[in-house]
């Protein structure tokens, strides 16, 4: 629909015409407050155009404090007054908003600054749906604001908007008689009123020309995570792109969170996020930011994700990185300011995080005795951890050896189906009817039979990989190749890669690991370091190696082998050599919720620590 042609006739053709926003020498742009892709818009207009003149909408009462906080940046900065009310006004400045990018880059230029709004109180907040600000990196910026203009051309405006947009267009008419190019940068919502006030001569508006109390204090960082316009992190990564003059992406900038929060998350507690849930959080995400109509998913969506596709520690992470912003400072010259949502109104919404951490368990003791709770201090046991004479915890290996005799009866009970054959009825019943079978060709009215052949031989060694731990670049997430012996008879020899010991405290001398892959083998005490053994030196990797160990020493003619890839050829070809067989699981068969206890394993550093692990762990 165009619009009638008494209405912003010279604005509207030189819209139409240069794709520009315009009133003769001024550029108009529209800004959405605190959007990072209008932050890069002032940016990209201010290299072409070069103005002579900044102007922004910001009230002149203000000017003092805002320039002195703006040139605080990357520091935070709070400009506050009371109001006649006895409320508190916060004007927080941020790297990603537009207003404040435009009187950056005046100061930087040494360009002429204006703040040509009116100081208006009591201001109610402008509750308007906005389509994503992705939106202008695939549509453009110009494309975006004249699709708002026009939705909105005819929307009658508040008196206090009517006020600031008629002294901003006064200020920009004075402005406009210089000559020069003026840049104005505003609030997408007024752009409409201001130009059709341009077309006409505008008044000075009364209202307040001084404002007495106004200060500006330092935000403090925990204030930081919760109050930013934007997600910290993506603050950040403008403000890094700004110094390096490159241009950020938003969706490029979420998934480099997501990479950060892997390798803490693994850092932290020793988990991988695999593909499969990478990639169903980004769906989730995607899917979640389309039912609230935007692009791109928010902070606040990406938690909620990375929640549901991985877990609440996960989540945790990318909370932690997301809302940090690195820029703070023990010194600010400043008096720090501590402000939470509600005190700028902002629509929020709250995320519990339930983490899984190790707990100290209190121990019962005598009434008449008061036993100190124990401060968990990580980096000194960590510091105190000599790695001499370590040893495993009972608990731990109670746990795997059972799974290994789990993993063979497992193996026995499928080779043993994989025997059973179905046959119609003749002349015997074999081991009996086959009730499923003979359901299921009911129409053909014979009876079917299960005959059993018997299965030879037993299950010797199991070998369980968690991770082959094969990487491009060469660098190894599970270093510590160990075999340790069974200390009785109950025990199997083992042998395993993980993470190093001493790395992760949960203790004095309790050091947690976890696996990458382990072998068992019955019976104990036979098995040389398989790490140091020459013969297995032809392995390529780590589960090779392992599975080349377990049909070495196997008594039995069977070995289990659970992983996420089949076995090798060059093993297939070993165990035939050997006279063997390989009885292969895959990993994605078996409960992740056992596997994740099992793989997780704490090393004692001395017998002696196995008297008071059970306080810790």
């Known amino acids: 629909m165009r619009l009638p042609p008494t209405i912003f006739p010279n604005w509207w053709i030189a819209l139409n015409k240069t794709a520009e926003i315009r009133w003769h020498n001024i550029r108009v742009v529209p800004i959405l407050h605190n959007r990072m892709e209008f932050a890069l818009e002032v940016r990209r207009v201010f290299r072409s ?268 992470e990318v909370w932690d990185l997301g809302s940090d912003y690195p820029w703070q400072t023990e010194n600010p010259g400043l008096s720090v300011l501590r402000l939470r949502g509600e005190d700028l109104f902002l629509d929020q919404k709250r995320i519990r995080f339930h983490r899984q951490f190790k707990t100290m368990r209190r121990r019962l003791v005598p009434v008449p005795v008061k036993e100190k709770r124990k401060r968990r201090d990580p980096e000194k046991w960590k510091k105190e951890f000599k790695g001499e004479s370590i040893c495993s915890y009972p608990p731990e290996d109670v746990a795997v050896e059972g799974y290994g005799h789990y993993l063979q009866k497992k193996a026995l009970q499928i080779k043993q189906e994989e025997n059973i054959r179905i046959e119609p009825f003749s002349c015997s019943m074999q081991d009996g009817i086959d009730i499923r079978e003979t359901i299921r060709e009911w129409s053909s009215g014979k009876l079917y039979v299960r005959a059993e052949r018997p299965f030879k031989g037993k299950v010797g060694s199991v070998v369980v990989i968690f991770d082959p731990d094969v990487s491009k670049d060469g660098e190894e997430n599970f270093p510590w190749c160990v075999t340790w012996l069974g200390e009785h008879s109950q025990e199997s020899d083992m042998a395993f890669y993980s993470t190093p010991a001493g790395e992760v405290m949960d203790g004095p001398g309790i050091s947690r690991c976890q696996y990458g892959g382990f072998m068992l083998s019955y019976p104990p005490l036979r098995v040389y370091d398989i790490w140091r053994d020459s013969f297995f030196g032809v392995a390529r990797n780590k589960p090779e190696r392992l599975l080349m160990a377990a049909l070495d020493y196997s008594l039995e003619k069977h070995v289990v082998y659970l992983a996420a890839d089949p076995p090798s050829g060059w093993c297939q070809s070993m165990a035939a050599r050997l006279g063997k067989k390989i009885f292969y699981l895959p990993l994605g068969t078996f409960s992740p919720v056992t596997l994740k206890k099992i793989r997780q394993f704490h090393v004692l550093d001395g017998h002696g620590v196995r008297r008071y692990a059970g306080d810790y762990l």
């Open 49 to 316: 155009f070069q103005p002579d003149h900044v102007a922004v909408e910001y009230p002149d009462t203000l000017k003092t404090r805002i320039i002195q906080g703006v040139k605080r940046l990357p520091l935070l900065s709070v400009v506050h007054y009371e109001g006649r009310d006895g409320a508190f006004v916060y004007l927080s400045l941020e790297p990603c908003d537009g207003q404040v990018e435009a009187v950056r880059l005046a100061l930087d230029h040494d360009i002429p600054l204006h703040f040509i709004d009116r100081d208006t109180e009591n201001y109610s907040h402008d509750h308007t749906p906005m389509p994503d600000s992705y939106a202008t990196t695939r549509i453009g910026h110009t494309a975006y604001c004249r699709a708002y203009m026009e939705t909105h051309r005819n929307r009658k405006p508040m008196p206090e908007d009517t006020l600031r947009e008629k002294t901003m267009a006064y200020h920009l008419q004075k402005l406009a008689e210089s000559g020069k190019k003026v840049l104005f940068v505003g609030g997408l919502s007024h752009v409409n009123g201001i130009l059709s006030m341009l077309e006409h001569p505008q008044a000075p508006v009364i209202g307040r020309r001084v404002r007495e109390n106004v200060g500006l204090a330092h935000l403090h960082r925990d204030s930081s995570r919760e109050i930013m316009g934007e997600m910290p992190f993506l603050q950040a990564a403008y403000e890094r792109h700004r110094v390096e003059g490159e241009t950020p992406d938003r969706f490029e900038v979420q998934m480099a969170l997501l990479e950060a929060a892997k390798k803490k998350y693994w850092k932290n507690s020793k988990e991988k996020v695999s593909r499969i849930q990478l990639r169903i959080l980004n769906r989730f995400a995607r899917n979640y930011a389309l039912l609230n109509h935007k692009l791109v998913p928010d902070f606040y969506q990406l938690i909620v994700a990375s929640r549901g596709a991985v877990d609440d520690n996960f989540a945790y």
